[in-house]
């Protein structure tokens, strides 16, 4: 069966399935905004950490304020093409307050750079945070990723790659 760009428009954009998503999309931002207000004095929170060259290649890291604690790497959707990870800092709380370090990770955007594009950054990501633990304070062999839509693939990418090699 061939796709045609209407099917594909209808069943992939989620846009078009979900009309108040902007309302959505402005709720998760300011509710990142205030997160990251309330934690950026925290110590250990490092908020737009460059982990690489390439456009995007940061990270916010927030600590639970305890060593040797797991992290959760999240990784945000937006279709490959959208959002940031100043719109998911929200992400963090419930990790936070069960003794479990967050990264946010960001990436730069479709069409300007390809899916592989993302996946090598993302990547540079990981094995950035896995080879700074030690600065950052988490067991570098507890690493969870995971992600919201697009993110959620990118995260199932990172599970493909050993990053203590990278």
Known sequence: MRYSVDFCEREY???L??????????RWAETGKQFRDL??????????????????????????????VPLFVF??????????KHDF???????L????????INYALCPTVSIEDIVHQLQDGCAWLYRNSGALGF???????????????????????????L
């Open 13 to 15: 954009n989620n846009r």
């Open 17 to 26: 399935r979900v009309p108040e998503c902007q309302q959505i999309f402005s």
């Open 39 to 68: 934690h950026q004095h925290d110590s250990g929170t490092h908020l737009h950490r460059a982990f690489g060259d390439a456009d995007g290649s940061e990270l916010d890291y927030f600590s639970c304020g305890v060593s040797g």
């Open 75 to 84: 990784i945000h959707g937006g279709y490959w093409r959208s959002l940031d």
């Open 89 to 95: 800092s929200w992400v963090a709380g419930p990790f």
């Open 97 to 104: 307050s069960a003794h479990i370090d967050v990264a946010v």
């Open 139 to 165: 067991d570098r062999d507890s690493i969870t990723v995971g992600g919201h839509s697009a993110g959620a693939h990118l995260a199932a990418m990172m599970l493909c790659a050993d990053w203590s090699k």
